[in-house]
């Protein structure tokens, strides 16, 4: 079974900066794709902020197993109707990979309930990431640590809940340290945050940085059918109860009603 | 020190359902105030949706260590507003139990990031809530289990995300389970979820629930001070870094900058 | 890639009890290891309490992916050495599945660090297993609930660390609660407790549970090589730190040493 | 209330190693202790591994609230049934503080169910601890950030459990991270690993790490009368059940019995 992944850009920088078009002129979505592309198992495709919905229409996702989501200059133009629908999609059961700077984008605040917050520092600095969950499914294939030469800092505290794990921590040159790797999961959704991934530098080139993206995908992939009903809260009439009960005391609900909301 | 708690109440079946407003002269919320009143070391008010700004002002919030919320039929009556405020405080350490029918207010389901749904059953059922963790604090003084005799039921599946802790797990009468009793953190605040407490019913006359409601109030209350800045992401400036660090490589932002959020 | 599953069995009651015997003629072990083998991509084996080193060699479980244990009247009997290579295994990456009375097994308990305690009736009363974690791997193809006509009953407090995940919830006729399946992660191994099987009920032939069995192998089992350091801590020399630092202050070590253990 | 602390020090390198002795006269457990009395509410004591039953009697520890271990070079030499005493109270709700080279002490690896193990190195480098949880009562009064300009190092991957909370993640000079400050509750006890501490170094006079430990010691300390049975289970009969059951089916215990183990 093929995993279908969806990489949606942002796409800005990459028609606004020249280091940025020049480093990746695929744009950033497209470098992780052909990354997910060349991997057993996964096909991806790409959509970005300039689409039509955004290229995240009801059809698209309903088509999507996992959405890899890297956006970072205008978080505030992605509409409030895709991020609700991504969110429905998430919650019924489409994986869902936050890259670096999408740390603030709305569907990840949204999904964590937190501010997402963190200190920050571009200056091409070294950043290493150690594996604190050995022989995690993301991390297969990985050595305990490995380095990124130049990359932009991402220091705590992280303003996110504790996450279900801990894969990855991040050493800092200037002396910070991250959680550069945290799950979650959100109804039937996984959830994975991935630190690393600055515009300027070839982040999405590396080698351990593309095992992990591809491993994050299959990791998150549920083979299980979308869950469409995920806001229903179903009465249960009293003659339906599962065990025989005779309704007793006062009432402020019809049986079978809708209820509040 | 007093914990100042506010008990904030929806207060519209109390005004508009005989039921409710013979079981509950002063409000859902004034019973529930009284319950704090009674123990040592809490002083509880009280706010309802009626008033200005819904109660909620930055003032009395400021004055708040920990917060009660019992809400039903109104929840989409609640400005956002009052809402992104009251959630701000509680990732700034403000304490928030929610009671109930909450499970479906804004607030709830903003700092989980999930719907928060349920099944129910309006039939004055027996509810009987099993202790899962002994000796926590929320459950001080109480034996292993204790009964509701007429109670709303809510089942499994409950939509929240998994909860730092379980505390009390619910058995139904007509066949249903129910996590009752869990814990969360958002930021700096703590957030407890306590299921009983359906209008129709003399819950909050109950011993054994006063005694939680008591409890978490003491569990939630985070004695350091309110933290101001909860969605701030400071830029740290090369020459500021702790560790002595060159930049290097291709830059996007100016040092110092605000970031994009 | 066929999944390597090994039910171990106790194999007592089998022997020594007529109810038993004639339920479980091939053993409780014999009707686990039909179930499986039956499911795509696991082949399954057995080994009993009985068999020399227990049937769980160095060699037997270096090539099983996922075991599966019930024990009930002999936990004393299982041998300490066993006890240990079993948990050094699961550390390692070795999938487990623990099943009804294995809540007491020394493998379970040394694994958890707690008690693993409950309470307990043997009444052949009604259970109802809930899914609190809808869509998760564990429950793949289950409804929201189902049925145990006849079981033993476990009730809550279980004296469990808090699970990673709690997947099921049970019901029971008599009025408790219990967590019924609950996921943990040791080192690499993935680890399930699942309450149902009781000796004298019929339950591993019931469908749904033969369905949890198989969902439970395939999400137990970790593809990665097996670690076999599970216990080392590696002492980093000084020349060989990532970063260049100078040693300074006082020494306990020489460079390079064992450390004290 | 004065909480009643026990420091727990090994004291052998304090009668071996000039350094330590030097650095420690009163042994290390001795500086521990003086900064915890030197606290509001904290009345602290000490016991070694030289004392009768190092101290720990069954009358000792039921006068303690919290204990702090540190330990080092003699971890096989404690007793087997001094720990599982020691594991007996804190499952019973006496806290738990672990320090430092403690990672490999028998009760934290008792309680874990897992190796506790780590990279390390003693060089005497810098290790700033970097706060993940903001307002955690444990780091009342910090910073975001502290230093120690001389530390042993410990490296990920640590091999424990995934922690309740991860409160504190170390920085070190030479290129590691550490998950330096974690939580835990195992049966009605909080348990509490602080990493720094290494026998050479000045680092329980430092203002910060000690402010870390009477913090630990307030957030550990449950007032709930101990729990003295953590390791029963027992059985309720059929008459006893809380719903009117009839017993149905092939039964194997007698009614009231006490079950295998």
Redesign the interface.
């Known amino acids: 079974m093929t995993i279908r992944a969806l990489v949606w850009g942002e796409n800005v920088?990459e028609q606004k900066?020249k280091?940025?078009a020049d480093l990746y002129p695929d744009g950033i979505h497209g470098c992780i794709a052909d990354a997910l592309n060349a991997a057993d198992g996964i096909s991806a495709t790409t959509a970005t902020l300039q689409d039509d919905e955004h290229g995240l229409t009801e059809k698209r996702l309903s088509a999507t197993d996992v959405l890899l989501w890297w956006g970072?200059?205008?978080?505030?133009d992605v509409s409030d109707q895709v991020v609700d629908r991504v969110a429905r999609h998430v919650?019924g059961?489409m994986g869902l990979i936050v890259l670096h700077?999408g740390h603030?984008s709305k569907i990840f605040k949204?999904?964590?309930?937190?501010?997402c917050?963190?200190?920050?520092?571009?200056?091409?600095?070294r950043e290493?990431l150690?594996?604190?969950?050995?022989?995690?499914?993301i991390a297969?294939g990985l050595p305990?640590?490995f380095e990124l030469e130049?990359e932009e800092?991402y220091?705590?505290?992280?303003?996110i809940?504790?996450p279900?794990?801990?894969v990855f921590?991040?050493?800092?040159?200037?002396?910070?340290?991250f959680?550069s790797g945290v799950t979650?999961?959100?109804?039937?959704g996984n959830v994975f945050y991935f630190r690393p991934g600055?515009?300027?530098?070839p982040t999405y080139y590396d080698a351990n940085v593309r095992r992990v993206l591809c491993n994050a995908v299959r990791w998150a992939h549920?083979?299980?059918a979308r869950?469409v009903d995920?806001?229903?809260?179903?009465?249960?009439?009293?003659e339906n109860?599962?065990?025989p009960?005779?309704?007793?005391?006062?009432?402020?609900?019809e049986d079978g009603g809708d209820?509040?909301?």
């Open positions: 920088h900066n280091v940025v970072h200059a205008a978080h505030g919650l059961g700077s603030f949204a999904l964590m309930g937190t501010p917050n963190l200190t920050w520092r571009e200056a091409g600095e290493r150690w594996l604190a969950a050995r022989n995690h499914p297969a305990d640590h130049n800092m220091g705590e505290p992280f303003g809940p504790e279900l794990e801990t921590i991040s050493w800092f040159q200037g002396g910070e340290v959680r979650y999961k959100r109804g039937a600055h515009e300027t530098y549920n083979p299980a869950i995920v806001y229903d809260a179903p009465n249960v009439p009293v109860a599962l065990e009960i005779v309704a007793r005391g006062p009432k402020l609900h209820g509040f909301r």
